[in-house]
């Protein structure tokens, strides 16, 4: 694990991001840790237009790649704080920290 120093609340809002294409339909998801183990949630999901007649439909893959870019923009935030606090530029309880509450997850 990289980020052992730093903070158990933050590391928690890490989210692990996933694209499922099953023929027209994509689905975008999200997997995080929680206390009580993993959770997934469907982001958004959209209709891959494939006819002139259905171009309405790239409203919703619009939506769904601006969803992407935002929970990316989020992510990337929480990096550098993740990286602040494992290099103690934030500080960070011995009890806070991610090492001291791996055993949670066994």
């Keep these: 694990m990289k980020y052992r120093s730093a903070s ?11 694209l499922q294409c099953i023929d ?14 993993f959770s997934c949630v469907e982001l958004r999901s ?7 007649e ?20 989020e992510q990337d935030q929480l990096t550098k704080q993740l990286q602040s606090k494992h290099v103690d530029l934030i500080e960070v309880k011995k ?8 055993h949670l997850f066994d």
């Design 8 to 18: 158990i609340a933050t590391f928690m809002k890490r989210r692990i991001l996933g």
């Design 46 to 52: 959209a209709v891959v237009p494939r006819s002139w």
């Design 24 to 37: 027209d339909k994509i689905t975008l998801l999200s997997t995080k840790m929680e206390k009580s183990g």
């Design 54 to 73: 259905d171009r309405i439909y790239w409203v919703r893959v619009t939506e769904l790649l601006l969803k992407l870019k935002d929970v990316c923009l």
């Design 95 to 102: 009890t806070h920290q991610v090492k001291s509450t791996a």
